[in-house]
């Protein structure tokens, strides 16, 4: 059974970057079936996509944070990771890594989801 | 960008009854819909896609509805488990995006 495990800084200086990573177990990340992605939420706040990633590297971001963000994978460690720069306050969050299945008429939903990490930004 | 908006924003049960949950789309999003469970502390779990299929070993109890713009989420006779927040999210257009959730509070 896949399991997806966050890891990273806790606490990220303001206008720096925001650097996770996600380790995939039970599963090889190197299919062509599934996204790799990252969503975001801030304490007692909803969910947001921030994007997703497939093993030929190939990304979709959340316009709200394409200028900001960077995802990439590492299939010999069988990890993506996520690089959010230029950080404010706005976000501090949990951030959680999760697989969707691609689809052949829509984007998708998220099957496994990581525990998440919870990322605080602040001086 | 699809608004997904949730109601009511919190829904008072007693174990034993019925909870429905409601997730409107600013546009159509077909049935390209997925429903999420999460409790306090934890990540949030795939209930049903494609707005009625039931994700793995989800029980009976928990069923989908609609298509287009309405969405429905029905909880038959709730379990001391099932209080929780509850999230729609359509993946429909890009980016997929989530409702605000509805949090089932024990009456």
């Known amino acids: 059974q896949v399991q997806l495990q966050e890891s990273g800084p806790g606490l990220v200086r303001p206008s720096q970057t925001l650097s996770l990573t996600c380790t995939v177990s039970?599963?090889?990340?190197?299919?062509?079936?599934?996204?790799w992605s990252w969503i975001r939420q801030p304490a007692g706040k909803g969910l947001e996509l921030i994007g997703h990633i497939q093993t030929n590297g190939n990304t979709d971001y959340n316009p709200s944070l394409e200028s900001r963000v960077t995802l990439s994978v590492d299939k010999s460690k069988n990890q993506f990771s996520l690089r959010l720069s230029s950080v404010t306050a706005a976000d501090t969050a949990v951030y959680y890594c999760?697989?969707?299945?691609?689809?052949?008429?829509?984007?998708?939903?998220?099957?496994?989801w990581g525990k998440g990490t919870t990322v605080s930004v602040s001086s | 960008e699809t608004v997904m908006t949730q109601s009511p924003a919190t829904l008072s049960v007693s174990p034993g009854e019925r909870a429905t949950v409601s997730c409107r789309a600013s546009?159509?999003?077909?049935?390209?819909l997925a429903w999420y469970q999460q409790k306090p502390g934890q990540a949030p779990r795939l209930l049903i896609y494609?707005?009625?299929t039931r994700a793995s070993g989800l029980p009976a109890r928990f069923s989908g509805s609609g298509s287009g713009t309405e969405f429905t989420l029905t909880l038959s006779s709730l379990q001391s488990e099932d209080f929780a927040v509850y999230y729609c999210?359509?993946?429909?257009?890009?980016?997929?995006?989530f409702g605000q959730g509805t949090k089932v509070e024990i009456k």
């Open positions: 999760a697989r969707s299945r691609i689809l052949t008429n829509s984007w998708s939903y998220m099957d496994v």
């Open positions: 999210q359509q993946y429909d257009d890009w980016p997929p995006t």
């Open positions: 039970g599963g090889s990340l190197n299919s062509r079936s599934y996204y």
């Open positions: 546009q159509s999003v077909s049935s390209n």
């Open positions: 494609g707005a009625s």
